[in-house]
């Protein structure tokens, strides 16, 4: 088991920056791959991020691409998102979650992640 708790969301004005963090306990975090997903109201869930086990594969949906940073220290068990120049159409719900079975990619599928933080709630206003 992996237990995941995200931090860091809030509201803020459009071209801001936040900054979120997961902080990860349970097996051991350097094993598992990591994944940023959103979900605003009334859409699906959707892939923002992820980042490979020793953080030397990286991958972003385009629509984040130049603009958030994802990163992890496997030392601190904590994975962290780094969001510049937020839109409106950013806000959502954000999610951490786990992958213990991609060795060595990553991946955007939501299906390949066994284990999710409960997310935390990212506003950004116009």
């Known amino acids: 088991q992996v237990q995941l708790v995200e931090s860091g969301g809030g509201l803020v004005q459009a071209g801001g920056s936040l900054r979120l963090s997961c902080a990860a306990s349970?097996?051991?975090?350097?094993?598992?791959?990591m994944g940023w997903f959103r979900q605003a109201p009334g859409k699906e869930r959707e892939f923002v991020a992820a980042?490979?086990?020793?953080?030397?594969?990286?991958d972003y949906v385009d629509f984040v691409k130049g603009r958030f940073t994802i990163s992890r220290d496997n030392a601190k068990n904590t994975m962290y998102l780094q969001m510049n120049s937020l839109k409106p159409e950013d806000t959502a719900v954000y999610y951490c979650a786990a992958d213990d079975n991609s060795i060595i990619t990553v991946s955007r599928n939501l299906a390949e992640y066994d284990y999710w933080g409960q997310g935390t709630q990212v506003t950004v206003s116009s």
């Open positions: 980042i490979s086990r020793t953080g030397s594969i990286t």
């Open positions: 349970g097996r051991t975090f350097s094993r598992c791959s």
